[in-house]
Every structure is written in structure tokens, then in C-alpha cells.
């Protein structure tokens, strides 16, 4: 069954084309993998897919209902959670108020609750923390509760910003570059985790990715954008061989003129 | 383009309720002065005589607010950063250069030199205010820059009482009258001389300005730092000098402001860099803050509208002392233009735009 | 290598020496001049030029890393800014500049060289006293961890206590008062005691953070605060101000009471959610104005209300009134937030003051004979009995901001605080957020200017001016944006200590001005940060200590 659709989905930045006419489906607990060249639209796809841009055209739909140009609270809360290329925590709150901000929407009392201390605020705020340290746990960061987010290694950082869009519960997780940054091992347990997610959680995952090596090893579909066009999906092995897909990462670059002045390579392809 | 950029209207689904409210509200508040200006026309208590003075009275002071105005755009345009004491650069200048007219004045040399006497003020006055501005500038910003946006606003709301309370401090809290200039005293058709000094001030000013942008090369560094300062480091430009320079150059600009103002309003005091450096402020936006001619263009708008505002939006309802909103109809606009078109009238021009 | 070192230390002692001439010429330093601190030699003067001294020392010193380096380049440092003194006070004397600057008299001249004037005697003294100050900042700088600390600290609270004494002075029985002040300022021996008690003090306080807890958790609040007896304690004390102060000091109370609440409403919007609003002074002035046109017979209605019933008008009104300044702004970034609200503030301050409104709001004479509350037949009425009033209404706001941080809405104000985009995407909604930030925020601040109303009994413009804002936004600053005890720190030193010090008043925003950039270059977090999540420090911190190494390897994998 398919989670998440877009069809037709064009945005523009003035003069530039980031999306155009981009048609995705993601099927439920696949691991689908966006790819492309620097400055190909992968970011915006993913900006307009939370409602952070709203799209010139086209739509997007979630579980079947469409999401194009919803506020990205309301996104968010219909189970759709994200992490950034560059890593975005909340920078000076311990990793447990990281995850436990992002519990945000599955918290529920009042203010007279939270003023008055009534049992059912105890009661959430308990659930709420176990449910925190349960996902810390999940990622690996367990017994870092409590270390400020900037203090946490780089690899640690990634994990957390994973943990706190778990904390979402979300259907469909957008994971931007997980691995960016990272040396072999440390990207050996984030694919690692990638697949725990939808095994153990059954998280239908949108990622994208440079590292072609993860990308081979762990998607089951693979979409290629180039200057804001998809021009080529399928399973990896398929993608990989596709001609327009070597084109892309190899040819063209300055020579082209639509882009950007230089292309430079992603990953080891 | 920011995260709050109005643009997101477009989605349609956008709009909430606290949106349409705000809407409301505006709409209230231009029926308001629309209705006001067609009750005041038609009850015709002013001339148009008094109108046309109004007027030139509005563009003479919005030429002054324009100069300053200049001054938050510059910066603006190359640390995106909002220098809130830049209304107390323009009171320094005016202020020192009190006390070089005064001695001017006893020493009868303003009497006998009166241009070379204007000039040395203006030069004194625009150095003055350049060296606080390149101060202010090493002391409360350069150290921060890269930090949040919140710190560098809050050092920049401590330089401006800083320097308000060092100035009072020095010269004490009176306020003082600046010599009358013998030359620029009196009419020229219905402009007062001063006025005429004012607009001729401030147009050399502007050509200078344009001139040192387009043909220097440290005109060319503010465009590229402003354009992308990240790009203009590589290609080998001192960005902090750049930065620097367009503070001096800013500075410079509200010192020769100070005296131009001096010469319209006689009167100088340690406060009197507050009104005329928010609405100078409020001009930039109008223009679109990082944006040159815009600066310009909604330094006029803006004084004139405040000169005939209060009469023209409000005496038709019978207001007493409808004088005395000017400075409302002033903050309203500035609170206005950051509602609604936050990218002001021309757009943003100087320097690129915020990513998400 | 030597020639740079020099050329540092050189520099810095000029520096000092130029922002000594500031305050000298902008006139806090002659302001001090007759203000004794110690016996009668010691004025707040000196203690301002020594200070400066010794900041010049310090600097200079704290790169190198003994005491051999630190004293001879702070002796340096020291030295060059004592020149700069001394040049200020000779060109003093042989100039006339008071026809441009107002301090610039003979007077200044004789303070800056330590009482002498400026000829040989005063230029050995200025280089004596520099050298010492120089020497004394090496070696106390080169003691090991706390003790540097502790003298410094009880140095300066002997001198606080010092410039304290008329106020504290009266206060204590007669006894001590006698044994600790002389005629100004503490006598030598009381010097002497107060030091070595506060030093004692800090001794034990410091020695106690040292023992294995970490330098975050150790900045805290005491932990002893949390506990019941400490705070009931706290309390009693708190609660018997006027029995004690007289109606000066209960009056300073009251006005610092004024602000800590207002600092506790701006605290929810600027603290917690990272929105700097400088017009905050608007939510005091419709509190003031409220209460003042609600139970003033002068203007507006002809009937009169009772104190008890437009008490909550007046909160509900600001509330309206912050929920009406959040909407439009609720999409401006930070720079043009501040100004916009700047601009709602002076809005809001033109039109109480303009003719126009006259009859509603008073105009520029404002509105007198505002009620008073009475409890059954008791009519609070002195600032003594309006203390508790106060106190209450800062206790209930502070209680209240405790309980909001710790919730579900503190911390989506905390997420838009460091970062409102991600914030949204983790499904918090910031037009709630932040409008509760602004609303609950106002409520204070209206709170706060419909008792001042009340206990002042009149309300002109002129209270809420910009200066207001500004000065709420500098005690949060100095105390730490976003902690609470830092509110009260900060409303204390900047409200508190200018009241009593009337010498002060002139330069009060000179101060709020030089606190504001200062604390942002060299204490961002302010002097209590804050400690959101203390329980946690505290907590990770004894786990720290349980967990054994090994454990947490194993948990990572
Ligand atoms: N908010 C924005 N405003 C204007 N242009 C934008 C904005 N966001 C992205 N762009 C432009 O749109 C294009 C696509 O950017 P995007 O970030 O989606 O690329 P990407 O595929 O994620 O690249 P990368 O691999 O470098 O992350 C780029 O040319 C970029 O400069
Ligand atoms: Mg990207």
C-alpha cells in the first residue's frame, strides 16, 4: 500500500526550479532512497513534504489524504517526523528534553494539570519520560540523558535528532543524509539502526542519502532527482546501471548551464 | 527568504485565524485614516498654501531621515543585523558639533566664513559620528558576530543607552540651541533657506555615496560582502574591513544628518537621537532594509506623511491636538510595515536571501 | 616574544586607562567621591579606580600561567592605566575644559590621583597604588582554585556593606552598628570582620561545590534551597521585611518587588521563548492605567470600582492586550520583533499621553486618587502593609513560572526558543505557544503596574516610558535569561542598589547600557544561569558517579 504520494509536485524559487513534476510513491515499510547531485531538489522534497514550503503545484498525499501546504505542527502530528542534513538539535536542553519536546503532541493535560501538579499530569509526565528514555535507549544513547545536546560526539548528535523524531511516533520518518560525516563504522550502526527502525517499528522510511554504499545495501526503492526532475526510480541494482543516472553524477556538470556552475560528485559512486 | 516570509500565504491553507484578525485590524486602521483624509478635505480648514508647506516641511526631514536611514540599510545589508545605536551615532555628531559651531559663532569666524564654517561642521559632525560608529562596531558587535541573533540585539540596545547616558554624562542633560547661520536665514519662495541646505546636503551626500559603491574598491567589497559574505571571503575580500567600512561610511552619514537636523530644529540634546533613529529605521524597512534607494525613498514617504498625517487623518474627526499623534502615525507605520511587508515597498535588494 | 607581551599588556593598561576617563568625565566617579566605603580614606571612587586597576591585571595575567608571569605584566598593565589616570588629572588642572564637559573640575583631577592633585606627590602615589594593585591581582590570581575567588568575593562584599550603611545601619541594633560603621562607611575594624566572615563564608561554600561536583551543576542554586525548612525560613524572612525596614527601605522593596514580577513576565516570553519584547512596559502601563481609570473618580466612567474587583479587570485586560501585541508579531523574526513591540510600547505610552485621550486617561497629568485595597477593615496603605501584597503577587508568579517551565508548554517554548523551525516540525504549534507566552507574560507585568497604580496612588506617562522596558530587559540579562533566581538577582543590583544610592539614579541607564554589552561579551548566560533542568544536573550527576564506565560502554552499543 502506498504512505506517501506526490504527484505532479513543482516548486520554484523564483527562477529556479527545485521540483518539477516530481511523482513519488512510497510504499508502507519500504525503505525508499532519494538520490542526486548536489542542489537537485532532495532537501526541497523533503521541505514540502512537511509543510516547511508549500508547493507551486501539485499535491501530496499521506495515508490518503492530502497534506500539500498543511502546517508542519499539523504535518508533523499526522506521523510524519524528519531529521536534517545538517544537524538541528534544541542545543543547550539535555537529549532527554530534546526527545521529550518532540513527545510534545502524545502529551496530554491541561494547564491548570501542569499548575496544579494533579496526578494526571504526574501520570503523563512519568509516561512521557519512560517513554523517552526508552527511545534513547533504542538509539543507543542510554545513560546520556542528561548530557546537554551539543556536548554529545557527532555520531551520538545524529542519533538523537533520530530519537527525537521516534518520540513523534511517527508512520513515515524522512531521514536527510544520516550518515553524512560519519567513518565506516559509525555508518555501519546507523544502517544498522535504519533497519531496526522499520523492522522493529515498522517505520516506513524516506531517506536521503550520498553514501552510494548505503544506499545499495539497504533500499528497497531507489528515486534519482537531477535539477529538480526525477529522471529514474526502481530497485537499486537497476538504478545504479541506468544511463541517465551515470549522466547525471558524471556528465554534464558546468557544460549543461541550468544549474548550478559546478556539480561536484556526491559519495563514492 | 525567511521562515516567516509572507509568501507561505500562498498555499491557501495558510490563513488562520490569528491571521484574518490581524487582517482585520489593518483594514480597520486604513478605513480609519481613509475616512479620516476624505472628512478633512471636505471640511477644508487648510489652504493649499499650508498643505504645500506641510509638505516640504515632510520632504525636508525625510531627507534627513533618509540619510540616517542609509546608515541601518548599509549595515543590514552586510551583517543582516539591525544596529540599534546607529540613532545615537546621528546624536553624537550633532551633539560635539554644538560645541565647534558655538565656538564658531563667539569667534565670529560663522559670521564671516559662513560656508567654509557649514563645511567644517559637517566634516567635524561626520567624523565624529564615524569614529562611534567603528567603535560601537569593535566593541559591541565584531566580537559577537556568529553568535544568536538574540545577543548581538541585546548589546546593540545597551550601546545605544550606553551612548545616550555617556553623552549626557559629558555634556549634561540640557538642551542646547545651535548658532543661526546668517546665510541660510529666511525664505526662497516657500522654502526656508535651511530647507534648501537640507536637500542640497543630503544630495551630495547620496551622489557621493553612489559614487564611492560603484567606483571604489572598497565599494565594491560592501557589495560583495552584503551580496554573500562566505563567497566574498574566498574570492580574497577583508570582510571585516568591509564591515568596518560600512559603518564608517554609515556613521558618516548620520553625523552630516546630526548638523542638517541641527540646522532645521536648532535645538540638540542627548535624547534626540531616538525618535529620528527609529523612524529612520522605520524608513529603511519601508524602502526595504538592505536596500539603498529604497532607504531613500522611504525616508521621504515617511516624512512626509508624518507632516501631514495628523492634520490630514485626523482633523476631520475633531481630534484635539491632532499634532501630537505624529509621532503615533509614525510607529504605526513602523509596526504596520513589519506586519504586513515585512520585504518593505522596493523589496530586498542588498544581499541575498535567509534559507530555511 | 617580550616585545608583544609588552606591547599586550601596554595596551590593555590604556584601554583601562580610556574607560576610566569615561566614567570620570561622564561623572560616576567624582559622583562617589564623598561616598566613604571604609574608615575615611576608602570612597567608592577609589574603590571604582582600583577595581579598574586590578581588571587591567587581571587580564593582562590570566594567559600566562604563574605567578612569576602574571604579576611583573599585570604590575605592567597596572601601571600604564595609573599613567592614564594621572594624565587626565594633569590636563585637568592646566586646562579649563567645563565649558564642555561638566566634570571636568579640579575636583576629578585631586580624586584621580588618590587625593593628591596632580604634581609629584600624586603621580607616586597613582604609580604606588597601580604597582600594588598589579602585584595584589598576580598574586591572588596565581592562589589555587577557590581562595582567589574568596577573597575577591568578600573584598567586594565588605565593600558592598560599606556602601550600604545607612541603609543597613539603622537596621541592625545598636550595638553592632557601632562596632561595624564609623561616621561613613564601615569603621577599619568592622572592615576587618566583615571580611573575614564573608570570606569564611564563601570558604565553605566553595569547598563544598569542590567536592566532586561538576562546574555546571556547582553554579547551581544551592541545593539547600529546595529543602522545606530553608524555605520556610526563606519566607519568615522575606515576609518580615516591614517589620524591620523602615518605610524607605519597604518602599525600595516594593519597587523591586515591582520588577521582580514584571522580570518574571518578561522572563515566559523573552527566557523561555526567546522573544525579545522591548516594549513590555505596555502591559504595565494598561495594568496602571486600568486599575487607575477603573477606581479613579477623575476620569472616564462616573462610578468608582473597588481595588478587589479591578484588580482581575486589570490582568484580564492585559492579557488582552498581550494576546493583541502576539498576533501580529507571532511571524516576526527576533531583530524585528523587538523593534515592532518597541514600537507598540511607545504607541501605547503617545496616546496615555495625549490630549486626545484626555478625558479617558488624564493626558500628560496622568490620573490621581487610585484606590486602595481594603482586606474587611483593614486598608492597606503604607508601602509596609503593601509589601505583602506584593510579595504575594511575586511568590504566585514565581510559582506559577516554575510549574508553566516544567510542562509540556515550557518546553515548547524552550524548543522555539533554540530553534522555531524544528520546533513546528516536532508538532508544536507556535501560534499557542507563543501567544501563551505573550499573554501569561503580560499578565504579570499588569499585575505589577495595577499594584504600582494603587500603592502610588497616581499614574502619569511619564512612568512608562521606553526606560521601563529596558531596564526589565537588563535585569534578566544580568541575572541570566530564562532563570528565575536570576530575576531576583538582577532585580536587586539593577533596581535595588540604584534606589538606595541616590548618587546612582543619574547613572542608572548608563549602567543598564554598560550591563548589557558586558554581560553579553563575558557572561551570555548571565550571573544564575539558568538551570532548567537542575533536577537532571543533579541526577546525572549522581549517576555519573554510580554508573561505572564500563556500564555506559555497554549501553552504547
Ligand atoms: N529556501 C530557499 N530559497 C531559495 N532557494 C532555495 C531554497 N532552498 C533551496 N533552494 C535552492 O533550490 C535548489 C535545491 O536545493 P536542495 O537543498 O533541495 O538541494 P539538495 O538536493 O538537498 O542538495 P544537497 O545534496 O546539497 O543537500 C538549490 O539550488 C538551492 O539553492
Ligand atoms: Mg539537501
Redesign the interface.
Known sequence: MVLLETSHLTKR?GGLVALRNVDLAVEERAIHSVIGPNGAGKTTLF?CI?G???PDTGDIRFSGSSI??????LV??LGI??T?QNI???????A??NV???L??H?H?S?LD????TPR?RRAEQAAEREARELL?FV????????TATNLPYGDQRRLEIA?AL??RPKLLLLDEPTAGMNPYETEEMIRLIRRLRGERGITILLIEHDMKVVMNISDVVTVLDFGEKIAEGPPEEVRRDPRVIEAYLGRGAASGLGPASMPLPGEA | ?T?AAPQ?L?????I?ISQLIVWGIGGLLLTIVFLGSILTLRAGHYSAAQWRDFIVFGIAQGAIYALIALGYTMVYGVLRMINFAHGEVFMSGAMTTFFLADYLNRSGFLKSHPWVSLIAMLLFSGLVSMTVAVLVERIAYRPLRGAPRLVPLITAVGASFFLQYTFRGLFGSGVRAYPAIPVLQGKLWVFQKTQIAVFVGVLITLVLLVLFLQRTRAGLAIRAVAEDREAAALMGVDVDRAIVTTFAVGGFMAGIAGVLYALVFIQVQFFMGFLPGIKAFTAAVLGGIGNLPGAAVGGLVLGVIESIGPSLFFDGYGIRAAHQLKDVIAFTILVLILIFRPTGLLGERLGGEER? | MIVHTVRRAVFIGLVTGIAAWHLSLVGLIPAFAQRRLVGDTVTFSYALLVTLLVLAAYATGRRYPGATQRIPWGMLSALSAGLMFFLLALVLTHLNLRQILLNATPELARVLTFGSGATIVGLVRVLLISLLSGLFTGALSALPYPWGRVIVSAALMTLLLGLLRDVLGPLLPRGVTSFLYGPAGLSLAGALVVFLLAAALFALRWSRRANGVTARAAAAVPSTFRQPVTRAVLLLILASVPFWAGLFLSNVADFVGFYILMGLGLNLVLGFAGLLDLGYVAFFAVGAYTMAVLTSPEVGQRFTLDFWVALPIAVVATVFAGLLVGLPVLRMRGDYLAIATLGFGEIVRLLVLSDWLKPYLGGAQGVTRIARPNIASWRIDSPQEFYFLILVSCLFAWF?SI??R????G??W??IR??E??????????VTAKL?AFAIGASFGGLSGALFASLVGSVVPASFSLLVSINVVALLVLGGMGSLPGVLVGALALVGIPELLREFQEYRLLLYGMVLIAMMLFRPAGLFPER??RR??E??VE?ARE?APA??AT???
Not at chain 1, 68 to 73: E, I, S, V
Not at chain 3, 406 to 409: I, N, V, Y
Open positions: 524559487f521541505n512537511t516547511f514550503l508549500i500539500a501546504g498543511l502546517r508542519p505542527d508533523a502530528r517526523a524528519r536534517y538541528r538539535l534544541f542545543r543547550h536542553l539535555s532527554l528534553d521529550l519536546i518532540a510534545h503532541p502529551i493535560y494547564l501542569a499548575i496544579l501538579r499530569f535507549a543507543g544513547l542510554a545513560g546520556k540523558e542528561f548530557l527525537r518520540a513523534l | 527568504m521562515i507561505r500562498t498555499g491557501g491553507r495558510r488562520d530555511l | 506559577l510549574r508553566l516544567d510542562s509540556r508548554l518546553r515548547a524552550f524548543a533554540e530553534d523551525h524544528v520546533a513546528q516540525a516536532m508538532g508544536i504549534n507556535r501563551s532548567i533542568h537532571e544536573l541526577e546525572a549517576e554508573i556500564e555506559i549501553g552504547r552499543g
